[in-house]
């Protein structure tokens, strides 16, 4: 079994070591890893943020554990040189569609969110995303119109293939759960959402023992505040994601506590924090590696079947959480390593 290790940029390389030390104090037969370059990291290095050598360890993979991309000195660069592309790289040629993310929150750190303790309290949901369309992958660019005026636009687009498979991910995650599935779209205003609800229902049909509903994005927004604990499962598309999924983060009190996955069709993922580098702290021991830690959990529990492995570290970070540990974004002074060795002391 291989995991690829791609720390990246900023405090990518930090969190991804104590994600490591955790997985190593399993003592899992055959473990083995591959560290590859990604990000401003690999364009430095060798003049590009996904170099054919990492791509190559990618492809051998099982799973990937990958830190996070971003560096301000590469911000000027042209857009396929940055080192966000590393990310969007990987999904396109992995095939990986279906990004997993939740959202609970550890009873200790409700008093953490910005919402209401009673209302942080009942959060407990799931955001399916899509990761391989939308206006991410589509054509975009610059133009001149006619008064002379600079344009830019970006495609939004789905085809029906793209909508289907993400639903039955949706679909599936729900069965798995309590039974509930909210897809979010914007199908008022936008026919590629039109498109998308109606694919969306034509898939439930699949699933008579799942409760469908229909939510517009910027009610879904309003409702994570409002009243966050009524979503069990929210399936939407790559833009949408990508906004609700960040405002969840802060919804259970820091973007330093959720971890991700994305996943093909065979199983294989990529596996991540869902913050960014944070470079303007990386270097300081400030940053937590929690994220990280139960990245690495869902990868056991995704990739590679080991539920029982992925519910240790689980526990574990639970464990740590209730007996006081925490890093600067959580209101403490705990290290970044300090906070590592709290999740391996409280591994049963």
């Keep these: 079994m291989l995991i690829a290790l791609f720390p990246g940029d900023g405090i990518g390389p930090e969190i991804v070591d104590q994600a490591k030390r955790v997985l190593d104090a399993l003592a899992i037969d055959g473990l083995t890893y591959e560290h590859g370059l990604v990000g401003g990291a690999a364009y430095k290095a060798v003049g590009h943020p996904l170099p054919p050598e990492t ?80 206006v991410y992958f589509g054509e975009k660019g610059f133009r001149t119109t006619a008064d002379g005026q600079r344009e830019g636009y970006d495609v939004m687009s789905y085809n029906e293939g793209e909508v ?63 009243n966050p604990g009524q979503f069990d499962v929210i399936v939407t598309g790559n833009l949408f ?18 971890a991700s996955a994305t996943l093909n069709g ?27 830690v139960l990245s690495a959990a869902m990868l056991l529990r995704y990739s590679l079947g080991m539920a029982d492995q992925a519910d240790r570290i689980e526990r574990a970070v639970a464990k740590a959480l209730a007996n006081g540990a925490r890093s600067p974004d959580l209101g403490g002074t705990m290290t970044t390593v300090q906070m590592g060795d709290a999740v391996l002391a409280a591994l049963d």
């Design 164 to 226: 289907r498979r993400i639903a039955h991910a949706g679909f599936q995650a729900a069965r798995a759960r309590r039974g509930k599935l909210c897809s979010v779209d914007k199908a008022n205003v936008l026919e590629t959402s039109q498109l998308w609800r109606d694919v969306v229902i034509e898939v439930s049909a699949d699933y008579p023992d799942v409760a469908l509903s229909h939510m517009y994005v910027d009610n879904a927004a309003m409702q994570l505040v409002r």
């Design 241 to 258: 994601g990508d906004i609700l999924s960040d405002q969840a983060s802060m919804c259970v009190g820091s973007i330093g506590m959720l």
């Design 266 to 292: 065979s199983g294989q993922g990529l596996y991540e924090p869902i913050h960014g580098s944070a470079p303007d702290i990386a270097g300081t021991g400030k940053a937590n590696p929690l994220a990280t």
């Design 55 to 134: 791509l190559e360890i990618a492809k051998r993979a099982d799973a990937i554990l990958f830190g996070a991309v971003g560096d301000p000195d590469c911000d000027a660069l042209e857009r396929h040189l940055r080192p966000e592309q590393a990310i969007l790289g990987l999904r396109k040629e992995l095939g990986l569609f279906s990004n997993l993310r939740p959202a609970k929150v550890f009873p200790e750190l409700a008093g953490e969110s910005a919402l209401k303790p009673e209302v942080a309290g009942a959060i407990d949901l799931l955001i399916v995303r899509e990761t391989n369309g939308d």
